[in-house]
């Protein structure tokens, strides 16, 4: 069944619709949790969904227009609608809940910050079903320690604690905590010894780890297990 997850006030106003796994769903988790939003969320199954079938949620959820692209993440927002698409949701709670805002010159480093994430998680995702590209990946000068660096780089010139120059955390930082988290399940020790030759990176983690809203998730049983599998 639904899970609630934030306690901040007694009736969620949101559902999120996803599988029981971090995926796609983690970052928008992160977001809910570090802004105190309250929500709800549909955990649903493989065989549920059906993927090939007519008679699964899949096809069902496509015939009555709530999956435009057939795909999940979903959030069923109330009177908003339903909102698909991971970074669409994520800048949809930014601007209802006043994290995303300010010039246009201010949102475009934050979503510079964001979609460069999604390059590099399609990067190490890439190699998922070969394991002597990982290691190569993971390896001394490889595509992890180039692109990982990249974001070390932003973030130790940035004027503000978070990755998109931004005076809170955005989208930007919710997606980079998830992609090291990734990144961690693929290769904990590949990681690890790349974030300790990355301080401002390894710092800038922490940080987030230690926000409030984020620091309970972390430490409840609310949080799925990544699968690399």
Do not use: C
Request: proline share 7%; glycine share 10%; no cysteine.
């Amino acid at each position: 069944g639904a899970r609630l997850l934030s306690a901040v006030s007694p009736t969620p106003v949101m559902t999120l619709h996803y599988f029981d796994i971090r995926g796609r769903g983690e970052a928008i988790r992160l977001a809910l949790h570090d802004q105190g939003v309250v929500f709800d969320e549909r955990p649903i199954t493989n065989d549920e969904w059906a993927r090939d079938r007519t008679d699964g949620l899949k096809q069902r959820m496509i015939d009555a227009g709530r999956l435009p692209f057939g795909q999940l993440p979903m959030l069923d927002a109330g009177a908003a609608g339903d909102i698909v698409q991971s970074h669409a949701i994520l800048r949809f709670l930014g601007r209802t809940h006043g994290w995303y805002g300010g010039t246009p010159a201010a949102l475009a480093a934050v979503d510079a910050a964001a979609e460069g994430t999604e390059d590099v998680r399609k990067r190490l995702l890439e190699k998922k079903e070969d394991p002597e590209a990982r290691a190569i990946y993971f390896a001394d000068g490889g595509e992890a320690r180039l692109w990982l660096g990249h974001y070390d780089a932003l973030i130790a010139r940035s004027p503000t604690p978070f990755v998109g120059r931004s005076p809170s955390p955005t989208h930007a930082d919710y997606l980079l905590f998830d992609l090291l988290d990734t990144h961690e399940a693929w290769d904990p020790e590949r990681t690890a010894a790349i974030l300790g030759e990355l301080p401002a990176l390894a710092s800038w983690r922490k940080g987030m780890a230690r926000r409030p809203g984020i620091a309970m998730y972390l430490a409840s049983t609310a949080r799925r297990p990544y699968m690399t599998t």
